[in-house]
């Protein structure tokens, strides 16, 4: 009967075994690292993606509160005007000029619509994690709250003016100066001048009631409403302006942004 013979295995040393191990704990070791890196490298290209879609934003808002500002300085003045032309006899000399005030002053209540597309998608899509500096996330939630708070500011502003416009219904019948408006509508009241207002409406304006107690309480809910006018643009406005120039410059800074 015939005998086999196992084949004599060499048996490993611990030597190998070890490089072994050593080798397969490298390779996990390092492809754990390498995706470490391309996770960070992803999420580091991500918050510069997000940091310049806000960048882009911060401008545009800066540049809309800036004209917000110019446009509601001369309502804050034209309505100082307007004031003291209810506070004086109006008399069919000065009526039109009443008018004129009052539609000028009174046709546009600028605010500022802000950006909120980046600030939006940080804080629902979970990016604000992604911003390292702490203190650009800082400023961020900051900037997000100013805006909330000029949002509650403009809140007042639209209420009293909303409260000018019924004592308006009364005191003004604007069913003559109906081509003022349609030319209103085409160009917006800035673009067109007092003067230019008088020669619309010139001999076409009276007042519907000569009562004292209308009068003023429209006068009253003029400054009513240069209050709040006020308060939004030299406050709230102003501060959030600030906000975004900081932020801005933060960014460029941090970023190496243009």
């Known amino acids: 009967m015939e005998v086999h013979h196992h084949p004599h295995v060499e048996k490993k040393r611990f030597k190998e075994y070890f490089l072994e191990f050593l080798m397969i704990f490298l390779a996990v070791t390092l492809g754990f690292f390498a995706e470490t890196l391309r996770e960070r490298m992803e999420a580091h290209d991500r918050e510069k993606e997000y940091l310049f879609s806000m960048l882009q934003d911060l401008r545009q808002d800066s540049s809309n509160i800036e004209t917000v500002m110019r446009q509601g300085t001369l309502i804050l003045k034209g309505l100082d005007t307007l004031a003291g032309c209810m506070s004086a006899p109006i008399t069919p000399g000065n009526v039109d000029s009443v008018y004129a005030y009052e539609i000028k002053y009174r046709y546009d209540a600028p605010h500022v619509e802000f950006a909120e597309r980046t600030l939006s998608q940080l804080k629902n899509n979970g990016g604000l994690r992604l911003i390292k500096n702490q203190t650009i996330s800082d400023a961020l939630s900051e900037y997000d709250q100013g805006i909330r708070a000029c949002a509650s500011s403009n809140d007042y502003v639209t209420h009293y003016y909303q409260a000018m416009e019924e004592s308006e219904k009364t005191l003004f019948d604007f069913g003559p100066t109906k081509p003022l408006w ?72 941090y970023y190496h942004f243009d």
């Open 182 to 253: 349609d030319t209103l509508l085409k160009t917006g009241s800035s673009k067109i001048s007092i003067s230019e207002m008088l020669n619309y409406i010139k001999g076409k304006t009276h007042m519907k009631t000569n009562d004292y107690n209308i009068y003023t309480r429209y006068i009253d809910e003029i400054i009513y409403d240069q209050v709040a006018l006020g308060a939004y643009l030299n406050g709230d406005l102003a501060d959030q302006l600030q906000r975004a120039r900081s932020l801005i410059s933060l960014i460029k800074k």
